[in-house]
Structure formats: structure tokens, C-alpha cells
């Protein structure tokens, strides 16, 4: 299948503590990655011009290590799940070479009159 990579540098403004990432933006970069590669796949099935306006039905985050803020990290998604209307995606954050995180998350297509619709 197909998979997206993504590369972001941490700053220490987002360390929980010195020398480590804080949780909550590891669950942040994932959801967000992840949300992208579901509105990608559903423009595709749908076989429309642009994505469609995507929220977050569910994600459960994994941390299975401290992730070191001190150099980039790498971000990679992949759809597991597709229907009309809503994607399954597992994600993982990885740095120095090692998982540090991994995410599942449903993320679904809105239509007008929804208060996502087009806040982006």
C-alpha cells in the first residue's frame, strides 16, 4: 500500500523536559499526518479535484518510548481502512531510527453545514 513520510525538527518549546518530545505533540503531529493521508486516499476514491474537509471520529496513541527532541523525526502514515466517507489510518513517529510512537485514528469526510466544513 501506499505510504506518506513526513519529516519535522522539534524545538525546545516542545519538550516535556529537556532532551524529550511532550506527548501531546506527538499525538498532534500523528493525528495531523494521519488526517491528511485520509483526506488524499478519499479524493482519490472519490476521484475528485481536491480533498475533502476531514475530522477526527477516534486515534489512540501508543507512546512506547521517550522520543528525543534533539533531531528530526519522521512521520509516516498508511490508509488500512477505506469507505466513501471515512478512513482507517495507522501511523507511526519515529526518531534516530527507532519507533517512538504509533497511532490509529478514523477520520471522516464532512459536508456543508458542518462547523469543519472548509476551515481550511
Given amino acids: 500500500g501506499e505510504e506518506v513520510i513526513a519529516e519535522w525538527m522539534p524545538q525546545p518549546k516542545y519538550e516535556a523536559f529537556p532532551g524529550v ?19 488524499w486516499h478519499l479524493m482519490n476514491k472519490a476521484g475528485a479535484d481536491h480533498p475533502p474537509c476531514t475530522v477526527t471520529a477516534d486515534y489512540a496513541i501508543k507512546l512506547l518510548r521517550p ?32 519507533v517512538c510512537a504509533t497511532c490509529r485514528g478514523t477520520f471522516v469526510a464532512v459536508k456543508e453545514g458542518h462547523p469543519a466544513f472548509h476551515r481550511w
Avoid at 518530545?21 to 483526506?39: P, R, V
Avoid at 523525526?73 to 488500512?80: E, G, N, P, T
Wanted: proline share 4%.
Fill in 67 to 98: 522520543t528525543p527532541s534533539n533531531g528530526p523525526v519522521s512521520l509516516s502514515a498508511k490508509v488500512v481502512d477505506l469507505t466513501d466517507d471515512r478512513a482507517t489510518v495507522d501511523g507511526t513517529l519515529s526518531a534516530k531510527g527507532k
Fill in 21 to 39: 518530545l511532550n506527548g501531546g505533540i506527538i499525538g498532534t503531529l500523528l493525528d495531523c499526518h494521519c488526517n491528511w493521508m485520509a483526506a
